[in-house]
């Protein structure tokens, strides 16, 4: 679980656009870069080498 608070403030690093929280796979997804950010023991790991590009169907699901 991430702070509200937290996700209020944070922005993909490529794409300066807003990140949305998938509880259940434990990323933060961009649909702007169609990045997925890992999150580690309740810290977003925020490194573009980190993220795993999505596919296009799971963007669309965005």
């Given at each position: 679980?991430?702070?509200p608070n ?5 922005v993909?690093?490529v ?5 949305i ?11 702007a870069?169609?990045?997925a ?5 309740g810290?977003?790991v ?14 669309s699901?965005?």
């Amino acid at each position: 679980m991430l702070d509200p608070n937290l996700l209020d403030i944070l922005v993909c690093p490529v794409s300066k656009a807003p990140l949305i929280y998938d509880e259940k796979q434990g990323e933060l997804k961009c649909k702007a870069s169609g990045l997925a950010y890992p999150v580690r023991d309740g810290i977003p790991v925020m490194l573009e080498e980190q993220a795993r590009t999505m596919t296009d169907a799971e963007i669309s699901k965005l």
